[in-house]
């Protein structure tokens, strides 16, 4: 089967592919928003404990069953069951990874689409034509519906392509140019009147905050979106790691690099917003909290480079144009899980398989769009919250209970033939067995009794 799949043609190809899944809204967005909205530095301490010592065992689970597979998340996990029965949960779990990662890249594609017509705002501004960029900046249904099919279809040109001329090359050029662009914005407002401010509130921890529970429950969402986990991508990317590559050392790059970018958005963000307070734009509520994540990126960002003059329109486009390139990597990621299905367990055509997959998804996107105010929030919370950590739990269970633990041996020796000497070989196996199920189910209930 390896054979007629594609593959990653290097390990650079592959870093930047799964850290550009990785490397998304969750990171440039997501996660400097609700540093800022909680404890800001406490809530940066335990989003990378968390990114350690869970996600990325979590990561190396969903690597390591892609790889000895090289194959869907159905397929991966039937192969890995040890009876009928597991069999049975394995192919529930594998296609409940696909309908989740579906309604995931549903609401992903609309919030990039407001990218992408903020990108189109900035350029309108540049030429004059005001009034243009403020309907690309204005809520409506054809802007919205609009821009999300844009988006949808530069995802589904992409994936069309395949592995390697789809995935690994837009994601090996887009991902230097968006760590270049986000480098660039942090030097830039850092030199701003009111960044130190925001620098302070980012990196020192108010450690009352680190005790409350629910923010260790936001801070292992974040961590889980971000690495994007529990939604079979980065099985299905690990799928295609070709057999010498060293998988904990592939993961640990891509959960590096990861962790690397949020941390570096936060230091765009946070110090923006309080220039922008600086500036005269309102950033807290009337009740002193802050203005909240929804509210951040379309308002306060907005209001903030409008201030900045001249420079604040290419400001304005590098900034829009890097979250576009962010979700774009990502998003590629997503749609591949439901094509690899349908072309592996159903014999389509890529080509097919890709636009049938895209346009389902599309249409998705569209019913919410239609009635926004009771779907966006039902969906956004359905995935994040429920959906990837519960799937999160079920990789870790097949790995650490079903799996032939001297078959993952097999698997690590390819790349390592000492493998088990190693630490990871020392550490991992019990630890995805009994610790990742059980801190991400404690977790999981606590988000509800908080
Ligand atoms: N990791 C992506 C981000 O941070 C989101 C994502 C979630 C991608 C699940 C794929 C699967 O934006």
């Given amino acids: 089967m ?6 990653f043609s290097s390990r650079f190809g592959f870093i930047m592919a799964a850290a550009g899944s990785a490397v998304g809204l969750g990171n440039i967005w997501g996660f400097p928003t609700q540093a800022a909205s909680n ?6 301490l335990v989003y990378l404990v968390l990114a350690f010592v869970l996600a990325y065992p979590a990561l190396m689970a969903e690597l390591i069953i892609g790889r000895h597979a090289h194959a869907n998340a159905v397929q991966a996990l039937r192969l890995i069951s040890n009876g009928p029965k597991s069999y049975k949960v394995g192919t529930a779990v594998g296609l409940a990874g696909i309908v989740a990662v579906s309604f995931i890249l549903s609401f992903y594609a609309i919030v990039a689409g407001w990218m992408i017509t903020y990108l189109c705002g900035s350029l309108a501004e540049i030429v004059g034509l005001t009034e243009l960029a403020n309907w690309f900046v204005e809520f409506g249904p054809v802007r919205n519906i609009g ?23 837009w994601s090996s050029r887009l991902m230097p140019v968006l760590i270049v662009t986000l480098i660039l914005l942090v030097l830039y407002v850092l030199t701003l009147d009111g960044a130190m401010e925001g620098l302070r509130i980012y990196l020192i921890p108010d450690f009352k905050a680190v005790m409350d529970p629910q923010l260790v429950v936001k801070a292992l969402g974040a961590a889980f979106f971000s690495l994007s986990l529990g939604a ?7 799928s295609y790691i070709p057999d010498e590559g060293n998988l904990p050392v592939l993961g640990g790059w891509v959960t590096l690099v990861d962790i690397l970018i949020a941390v570096a958005a936060g230091f765009l963000i946070l110090p923006a917003m309080y220039v922008a307070q600086h500036n005269g734009v309102e950033i807290f509520a009337a009740d002193g909290s802050l203005l909240n994540e929804d509210t951040l990126i379309f308002t306060v960002l907005p209001a903030l480079f409008e201030t900045m003059g001249g420079m604040g329109i290419l400001v304005s486009l590098m900034f829009f144009a890097l979250m576009t390139i962010a979700a774009l990597t990502s998003s590629i990621s997503m749609l591949e899980v439901p094509v690899s299905y349908a072309i592996e367990n159903h014999g389509m055509s890529r080509k097919r398989a890709v636009f049938l997959a895209g346009g389902i998804i599309a249409l998705a996107s569209t019913v919410i769009l239609l009635n926004f105010d009771s779907l966006f929030g039902l969906v956004v919370a359905g995935t994040t919250r429920y959906a990837q950590p519960l799937l999160g739990i079920m990789f870790c269970v097949f790995a650490g209970w079903i799996w032939h633990r001297d078959s993952i041996l097999q698997e690590l020796r390819k790349s390592e033939p000492d493998a088990e000497n190693g ?3 020392r550490v991992w196996p019990w630890y995805v067995r009994f610790v990742c199920p059980t801190i991400i189910l404690l ?7 908080g």
Avoid: C, K, N, P
């Fill in 147 to 169: 821009s999300m099919l844009i988006f949808m279809l530069l995802t589904i040109g992409i994936i069309s392509e395949g592995v390697h001329d789809g995935i690994e090359r």
């Fill in 443 to 449: 977790i999981f209930v606590q988000s509800f009794i």
């Fill in 2 to 7: 390896a054979t007629s799949r594609g593959e």
């Fill in 232 to 238: 079979g991508t980065m099985l299905i990317y690990g």
């Fill in 39 to 44: 404890g800001g530095g406490a809530f940066l």
């Fill in 423 to 425: 630490l990871f070989w």
